[in-house]
């Protein structure tokens, strides 16, 4: 990639953050817990920009089909973590399997959206960046499972009040 590739898509992606940090940070709320959501919505903005390498012209289309797609995907995980729970003593064996089943519903609506989004995402980038749309998405999971578990116990910069 050459310099001026990346110096074009830094200034791209500065003024895409620009544009929609102060919604994100309006969507998380107020306080310290929703500034801290803000930061995390904004790096994974970045990182998903960088790593799928959207255009200016992609990324006014996808990231408002990316946001219905995440809050759908959040609303379905909400619902679904309320049925993982530990199986108990005083729960019977009927209890045990509705709740395995509505659990496997969950995931099964998940994995529908997941596919109803693969393809809506093919209407406005290119079938490689839906991969790497995937990828980036993973690996930034990890990325910051990894920087909240590392050294200290996730007392690390994210976690400490140090801000940069």
Sequence with gaps: ???TTS???LVSLAALLLVLAPAAQAQQGGGRRGQRLGQLENAKIAFITNRVALTQEQAQKFWPLYNEFTDKRRD???N???LRREVT???TDQQIRENYAQSFTKRQQELNLEKEYFEKFQKVITLRQVAQLFMAERDFTKEVIKRV???G???GPAG???DE
């Design 89 to 91: 003593d005083a729960m």
């Design 1 to 3: 990639m050459s310099v």
């Design 149 to 151: 578990a590392g050294p």
């Design 7 to 9: 110096f074009f898509r």
């Design 153 to 155: 116990g996730g007392r």
């Design 76 to 78: 379905l995980n909400r």
């Design 80 to 82: 679904g973590r309320l």
């Design 160 to 162: 400490s009040g140090n």
